[in-house]
Protein backbone atom coordinates (compact mmCIF):
# COMPACT_ATOMS: atom_id res chain seq x y z
CA UNK A 1 0.00 0.00 0.00
CA UNK A 2 1.03 3.36 -0.53
CA UNK A 3 0.30 6.32 2.07
CA UNK A 4 0.32 10.23 1.76
CA UNK A 5 0.33 12.01 4.61
CA UNK A 6 -0.31 15.66 4.59
CA UNK A 7 1.25 17.81 7.43
CA UNK A 8 2.61 21.19 7.25
CA UNK A 9 5.89 21.39 9.15
CA UNK A 10 8.10 18.51 10.52
CA UNK A 11 11.07 20.96 12.05
CA UNK A 12 9.50 21.34 15.42
CA UNK A 13 9.99 19.17 18.56
CA UNK A 14 6.63 18.19 19.01
CA UNK A 15 4.67 15.39 19.93
CA UNK A 16 2.68 15.49 16.23
CA UNK A 17 5.81 15.62 14.47
CA UNK A 18 7.58 12.65 15.99
CA UNK A 19 4.25 10.55 16.13
CA UNK A 20 4.46 11.26 11.61
CA UNK A 21 7.83 10.26 11.42
CA UNK A 22 7.26 7.13 13.52
CA UNK A 23 4.47 6.00 12.43
CA UNK A 24 6.44 6.57 8.45
CA UNK A 25 9.41 4.32 9.89
CA UNK A 26 6.65 1.88 10.88
CA UNK A 27 5.04 1.39 7.51
CA UNK A 28 8.36 1.48 5.50
CA UNK A 29 9.95 -0.95 7.20
CA UNK A 30 6.98 -3.39 6.99
CA UNK A 31 6.99 -2.53 3.22
CA UNK A 32 4.85 -0.66 2.08
CA UNK A 33 5.18 3.00 0.28
CA UNK A 34 5.30 6.17 2.11
CA UNK A 35 5.18 10.10 0.76
CA UNK A 36 4.97 13.29 2.90
CA UNK A 37 3.88 16.20 1.90
CA UNK A 38 4.98 18.81 3.88
CA UNK A 39 6.83 22.51 3.68
CA UNK A 40 9.97 21.04 5.72
CA UNK A 41 13.21 19.94 3.64
CA UNK A 42 14.48 17.08 4.61
CA UNK A 43 17.68 18.41 6.23
CA UNK A 44 15.25 20.37 8.74
CA UNK A 45 13.44 17.47 9.73
CA UNK A 46 13.57 17.21 13.94
CA UNK A 47 13.56 13.68 14.04
CA UNK A 48 14.80 10.28 12.12
CA UNK A 49 13.08 9.81 8.96
CA UNK A 50 13.77 6.51 6.97
CA UNK A 51 15.63 7.32 4.18
CA UNK A 52 12.87 5.22 2.08
CA UNK A 53 9.86 7.82 2.71
CA UNK A 54 9.65 10.38 -0.04
CA UNK A 55 9.08 14.40 0.35
CA UNK A 56 6.83 15.76 -1.70
CA UNK A 57 7.44 19.86 -1.66
CA UNK A 58 4.34 22.08 -0.70
CA UNK A 59 3.68 26.28 -1.08
CA UNK A 60 5.58 27.79 1.94
CA UNK A 61 3.10 29.43 3.92
CA UNK A 62 3.31 33.52 2.28
CA UNK A 63 2.94 34.53 5.84
CA UNK A 64 3.20 34.11 8.98
CA UNK A 65 2.20 37.30 10.53
CA UNK A 66 -1.54 37.33 12.68
CA UNK A 67 -2.40 41.16 11.39
CA UNK A 68 -6.05 40.60 10.13
CA UNK A 69 -4.87 41.67 6.70
CA UNK A 70 -2.90 38.82 6.48
CA UNK A 71 -6.11 36.62 6.12
CA UNK A 72 -6.32 37.27 2.73
CA UNK A 73 -2.72 36.02 1.84
CA UNK A 74 -3.47 33.10 4.07
CA UNK A 75 -6.43 32.31 2.23
CA UNK A 76 -4.32 32.83 -1.29
CA UNK A 77 -1.99 30.08 0.32
CA UNK A 78 -4.51 27.63 1.15
CA UNK A 79 -6.04 27.19 -1.98
CA UNK A 80 -2.83 27.01 -3.96
CA UNK A 81 -1.75 24.40 -1.13
CA UNK A 82 -5.01 22.51 -2.04
CA UNK A 83 -3.96 22.31 -5.82
CA UNK A 84 -0.66 21.26 -4.80
CA UNK A 85 -1.81 18.65 -3.17
CA UNK A 86 -4.07 17.44 -5.37
CA UNK A 87 -1.31 17.37 -7.99
CA UNK A 88 0.95 15.60 -5.67
CA UNK A 89 -1.47 12.96 -5.44
CA UNK A 90 -2.08 12.40 -9.09
CA UNK A 91 1.85 11.93 -9.85
CA UNK A 92 1.95 9.27 -6.94
CA UNK A 93 -1.36 7.49 -6.91
CA UNK A 94 -1.51 6.68 -3.39
CA UNK A 95 -3.66 4.04 -1.89
CA UNK A 96 -4.71 6.91 0.55
CA UNK A 97 -4.24 10.39 1.68
CA UNK A 98 -4.02 11.25 5.22
CA UNK A 99 -4.37 15.06 6.70
CA UNK A 100 -2.58 15.25 10.21
CA UNK A 101 -4.18 17.93 12.22
CA UNK A 102 -4.47 20.64 9.24
CA UNK A 103 -7.11 23.33 8.50
CA UNK A 104 -7.16 22.28 4.91
CA UNK A 105 -8.50 18.35 5.92
CA UNK A 106 -11.03 19.94 7.71
CA UNK A 107 -12.15 22.73 5.48
CA UNK A 108 -11.93 20.31 1.91
CA UNK A 109 -15.05 19.14 1.06
CA UNK A 110 -14.61 16.11 -0.09
CA UNK A 111 -13.81 12.40 0.82
CA UNK A 112 -11.71 11.73 -1.46
CA UNK A 113 -8.86 13.80 -3.23
CA UNK A 114 -7.39 13.08 -6.67
CA UNK A 115 -8.96 9.64 -6.67
CA UNK A 116 -7.83 8.09 -3.48
CA UNK A 117 -9.54 8.54 -0.06
CA UNK A 118 -8.94 11.59 1.94
CA UNK A 119 -9.18 10.77 5.61
CA UNK A 120 -8.40 13.37 8.76
CA UNK A 121 -6.21 12.33 11.79
CA UNK A 122 -6.75 14.59 14.68
CA UNK A 123 -4.56 13.90 17.59
CA UNK A 124 -6.23 15.91 20.34
CA UNK A 125 -9.74 16.19 21.17
CA UNK A 126 -12.06 18.99 20.26
CA UNK A 127 -12.68 20.01 24.12
CA UNK A 128 -8.78 20.70 24.45
CA UNK A 129 -9.04 24.01 22.71
CA UNK A 130 -10.85 26.96 23.76
CA UNK A 131 -14.36 27.27 21.26
CA UNK A 132 -12.75 24.05 19.51
CA UNK A 133 -16.35 21.73 20.34
CA UNK A 134 -17.95 24.89 18.46
CA UNK A 135 -15.53 25.33 15.77
CA UNK A 136 -15.41 21.76 14.61
CA UNK A 137 -19.26 21.78 14.76
CA UNK A 138 -19.76 24.21 12.24
CA UNK A 139 -17.22 22.28 10.15
CA UNK A 140 -18.95 19.12 10.66
CA UNK A 141 -21.08 19.40 7.77
CA UNK A 142 -18.55 19.70 5.89
CA UNK A 143 -16.04 17.13 7.69
CA UNK A 144 -18.29 14.52 9.09
CA UNK A 145 -18.52 11.94 6.01
CA UNK A 146 -14.74 11.86 5.56
CA UNK A 147 -13.43 9.38 8.31
CA UNK A 148 -11.49 10.71 10.87
CA UNK A 149 -8.82 8.85 12.56
CA UNK A 150 -8.36 9.49 16.25
CA UNK A 151 -6.15 8.23 19.12
CA UNK A 152 -8.30 6.60 21.56
CA UNK A 153 -12.10 6.05 22.62
CA UNK A 154 -12.08 8.63 24.28
CA UNK A 155 -11.24 11.04 21.64
CA UNK A 156 -13.60 9.20 19.26
CA UNK A 157 -16.74 10.28 21.54
CA UNK A 158 -16.04 13.63 22.01
CA UNK A 159 -15.76 13.64 18.40
CA UNK A 160 -18.87 11.80 18.21
CA UNK A 161 -20.48 14.20 20.58
CA UNK A 162 -19.65 17.01 17.73
CA UNK A 163 -21.15 15.44 15.05
CA UNK A 164 -18.66 13.09 13.60
CA UNK A 165 -19.68 9.87 12.70
CA UNK A 166 -17.20 8.19 10.49
CA UNK A 167 -14.60 7.29 12.95
CA UNK A 168 -11.88 5.07 13.54
CA UNK A 169 -9.02 4.39 17.10
CA UNK A 170 -5.51 3.81 15.78
CA UNK A 171 -3.20 4.39 18.29
CA UNK A 172 0.31 5.85 17.74
CA UNK A 173 2.74 2.99 17.27
CA UNK A 174 5.63 3.14 19.93
CA UNK A 175 9.17 2.21 17.87
CA UNK A 176 10.58 -0.77 17.19
CA UNK A 177 13.77 -0.29 19.22
CA UNK A 178 12.32 0.65 22.28
CA UNK A 179 13.05 -2.20 24.83
CA UNK A 180 13.07 -2.42 28.44
CA UNK A 181 16.14 -1.75 30.23
CA UNK A 182 17.24 -2.33 33.38
CA UNK A 183 15.86 0.09 36.04
CA UNK A 184 19.21 2.42 37.21
CA UNK A 185 20.53 2.48 40.89
CA UNK A 186 22.84 5.37 40.85
CA UNK A 187 22.56 8.11 43.37
CA UNK A 188 20.90 10.35 42.29
CA UNK A 189 18.18 8.76 41.25
CA UNK A 190 16.56 10.71 38.00
CA UNK A 191 13.01 12.03 37.78
CA UNK A 192 12.16 13.08 34.07
CA UNK A 193 9.96 15.57 32.45
CA UNK A 194 9.92 15.67 28.55
CA UNK A 195 8.10 18.08 26.57
CA UNK A 196 8.00 21.69 24.82
CA UNK A 197 7.37 24.70 27.37
CA UNK A 198 3.93 25.33 26.97
CA UNK A 199 1.32 25.69 29.59
CA UNK A 200 -0.19 22.14 28.61
CA UNK A 201 2.65 20.44 29.57
CA UNK A 202 1.85 21.46 33.46
CA UNK A 203 5.78 21.65 34.03
CA UNK A 204 4.48 24.95 36.20
CA UNK A 205 2.67 22.12 38.56
CA UNK A 206 5.13 19.59 38.80
CA UNK A 207 7.53 22.55 40.58
CA UNK A 208 4.89 23.71 42.58
CA UNK A 209 4.15 20.29 43.74
CA UNK A 210 8.12 19.79 44.53
CA UNK A 211 8.48 22.81 46.66
CA UNK A 212 5.82 21.01 49.27
CA UNK A 213 7.97 17.98 49.83
CA UNK A 214 11.14 16.41 50.12
CA UNK A 215 13.51 14.27 47.88
CA UNK A 216 16.37 12.98 49.21
CA UNK A 217 18.61 11.05 46.63
CA UNK A 218 16.58 12.47 43.60
CA UNK A 219 17.06 14.59 40.65
CA UNK A 220 14.55 16.10 38.46
CA UNK A 221 15.39 17.27 34.70
CA UNK A 222 12.86 18.97 32.72
CA UNK A 223 13.65 18.75 28.90
CA UNK A 224 12.35 20.27 25.97
CA UNK A 225 12.20 22.95 23.41
CA UNK A 226 12.13 26.62 25.26
CA UNK A 227 12.30 25.10 28.66
CA UNK A 228 15.54 26.59 29.37
CA UNK A 229 14.33 30.13 28.50
CA UNK A 230 10.99 29.93 30.13
CA UNK A 231 10.61 32.43 32.55
CA UNK A 232 7.69 31.00 34.50
CA UNK A 233 9.78 27.97 35.54
CA UNK A 234 13.23 29.98 36.21
CA UNK A 235 11.08 31.96 38.77
CA UNK A 236 9.47 29.22 40.21
CA UNK A 237 12.76 27.60 40.49
CA UNK A 238 13.72 30.48 42.35
CA UNK A 239 10.89 31.34 44.16
CA UNK A 240 11.02 27.77 45.95
CA UNK A 241 14.62 27.32 46.00
CA UNK A 242 14.52 24.44 43.91
CA UNK A 243 17.79 24.86 41.92
CA UNK A 244 20.03 22.19 43.46
CA UNK A 245 17.07 19.59 42.57
CA UNK A 246 15.71 20.53 39.85
CA UNK A 247 17.56 21.16 36.12
CA UNK A 248 15.55 23.02 33.31
CA UNK A 249 17.44 21.96 29.91
CA UNK A 250 17.22 22.56 26.38
CA UNK A 251 15.37 20.08 23.57
CA UNK A 252 17.61 17.07 23.13
CA UNK A 253 18.72 15.13 20.20
CA UNK A 254 18.48 12.09 22.72
CA UNK A 255 15.23 11.00 24.13
CA UNK A 256 15.96 7.39 24.62
CA UNK A 257 19.21 8.33 26.31
CA UNK A 258 17.61 10.38 28.61
CA UNK A 259 14.67 7.59 29.38
CA UNK A 260 17.14 4.74 30.29
CA UNK A 261 18.92 6.78 32.35
CA UNK A 262 15.47 8.10 34.34
CA UNK A 263 14.08 5.93 37.34
CA UNK A 264 11.00 7.19 36.18
CA UNK A 265 9.03 9.63 34.02
CA UNK A 266 6.10 12.81 35.52
CA UNK A 267 3.33 14.25 33.09
CA UNK A 268 1.25 16.66 34.54
CA UNK A 269 0.06 17.39 31.40
CA UNK A 270 -3.13 19.53 31.42
CA UNK A 271 -4.62 17.99 28.64
CA UNK A 272 -3.05 14.99 26.46
CA UNK A 273 -3.91 12.81 22.83
CA UNK A 274 -1.90 9.86 23.11
CA UNK A 275 1.94 10.74 23.83
CA UNK A 276 4.63 9.03 22.52
CA UNK A 277 7.06 9.87 25.53
CA UNK A 278 4.02 8.03 27.00
CA UNK A 279 4.53 5.00 25.12
CA UNK A 280 7.96 4.71 25.25
CA UNK A 281 8.55 5.41 28.89
CA UNK A 282 6.47 2.55 29.51
CA UNK A 283 8.05 0.30 26.76
CA UNK A 284 11.87 1.06 28.63
CA UNK A 285 10.08 0.25 31.34
CA UNK A 286 9.87 3.38 33.34
CA UNK A 287 6.80 4.17 35.77
CA UNK A 288 4.86 7.34 35.24
CA UNK A 289 3.42 9.71 37.18
CA UNK A 290 0.41 11.38 35.35
CA UNK A 291 -2.67 13.37 35.68
CA UNK A 292 -5.80 11.79 34.50
CA UNK A 293 -6.37 13.34 31.37
CA UNK A 294 -7.42 11.67 28.02
CA UNK A 295 -4.32 9.79 26.69
CA UNK A 296 -2.69 9.48 29.39
CA UNK A 297 -5.40 7.92 31.59
CA UNK A 298 -5.36 5.30 28.60
CA UNK A 299 -2.29 4.06 29.63
CA UNK A 300 -2.19 4.46 33.37
CA UNK A 301 -3.34 1.75 35.31
CA UNK A 302 -2.94 3.72 38.95
CA UNK A 303 -0.17 1.65 41.53
CA UNK A 304 0.45 -1.24 38.64
CA UNK A 305 2.25 0.37 36.25
CA UNK A 306 2.31 3.81 37.85
CA UNK A 307 0.44 6.55 39.96
CA UNK A 308 -2.35 9.05 38.97
CA UNK A 309 -3.46 12.06 40.41
CA UNK A 310 -5.99 14.83 39.15
CA UNK A 311 -5.63 17.04 36.46
CA UNK A 312 -4.02 20.32 37.73
CA UNK A 313 -4.21 18.75 41.69
CA UNK A 314 -0.76 19.97 43.10
CA UNK A 315 -1.19 18.58 46.65
CA UNK A 316 -1.74 15.07 45.22
CA UNK A 317 0.78 15.30 42.97
CA UNK A 318 2.88 15.91 45.71
CA UNK A 319 1.93 12.95 47.35
CA UNK A 320 2.36 10.81 43.97
CA UNK A 321 5.87 12.19 44.45
CA UNK A 322 6.92 11.46 48.00
CA UNK A 323 5.21 7.59 47.49
CA UNK A 324 8.44 6.98 44.99
CA UNK A 325 10.89 8.64 46.12
CA UNK A 326 10.55 7.39 49.44
CA UNK A 327 9.42 3.85 48.94
CA UNK A 328 12.40 2.61 46.46
CA UNK A 329 10.45 -0.84 46.46
CA UNK A 330 7.43 0.27 45.41
CA UNK A 331 9.45 2.19 42.69
CA UNK A 332 11.32 -0.81 41.15
CA UNK A 333 7.66 -2.90 41.45
CA UNK A 334 6.05 -0.19 39.09
CA UNK A 335 9.01 -0.38 36.54
CA UNK A 336 8.84 -4.01 36.55
CA UNK A 337 5.16 -3.81 35.30
CA UNK A 338 5.23 -1.13 32.67
CA UNK A 339 6.32 -2.91 29.76
CA UNK A 340 3.45 -5.80 29.76
CA UNK A 341 0.73 -3.16 30.26
CA UNK A 342 1.28 -1.67 27.05
CA UNK A 343 0.27 -4.80 24.50
CA UNK A 344 -1.70 -3.19 20.98
CA UNK A 345 0.76 -0.55 20.82
CA UNK A 346 3.27 -2.18 18.99
CA UNK A 347 4.54 -1.32 15.50
CA UNK A 348 3.33 -4.37 14.19
CA UNK A 349 -0.12 -3.93 15.37
CA UNK A 350 -0.43 -0.48 14.68
CA UNK A 351 0.26 -1.16 10.87
CA UNK A 352 -2.08 -3.54 10.76
CA UNK A 353 -4.56 -1.65 11.99
CA UNK A 354 -4.27 1.28 9.20
CA UNK A 355 -3.94 -1.49 6.25
CA UNK A 356 -7.49 -2.90 7.69
CA UNK A 357 -8.52 1.00 7.97
CA UNK A 358 -7.67 1.42 4.09
CA UNK A 359 -9.09 -2.23 3.30
CA UNK A 360 -12.14 -1.07 4.30
CA UNK A 361 -12.04 1.99 2.92
CA UNK A 362 -11.41 0.36 -0.75
CA UNK A 363 -14.58 -1.50 0.23
CA UNK A 364 -16.52 1.46 1.16
CA UNK A 365 -17.34 0.19 4.25
CA UNK A 366 -17.14 2.27 7.45
CA UNK A 367 -14.62 1.69 10.27
CA UNK A 368 -16.06 1.69 13.79
CA UNK A 369 -14.68 2.95 16.82
Known sequence: MKFLFHFYDLHQRAGIQRAICELSNALVERSHEVIIASYTKRCNIAYRLDDRVTLEELPYPESQEKRM?????????GIRQAGVLRSIVKRNRPTVVVDHGTALGLLYPFPTIGGAPFVLQRHFPVKAFPYGRLLYRMLSFISSFKTVIVLTKDIAADFRASGYRRIAVIPNPIPDEVRPFPLPHESPRIGLLLGRSTPQKGFDLFLKALALIRSDGWRFLIIGPGVESDPLLADLVRQHDLSARVSLMSATN???????????????????ALPMVALESLGFGRPLIASDVDGLRNLIVNGVNGLVFPRCDVGKLAECLTSLCDHPARLVELAANAPSTITGYDADSVVEAWRMLVVRLQHGSLPAA
Open 69 to 77: WTWIRKIRW
Open 254 to 272: DPYGCIRRSSCVIMPSRYE
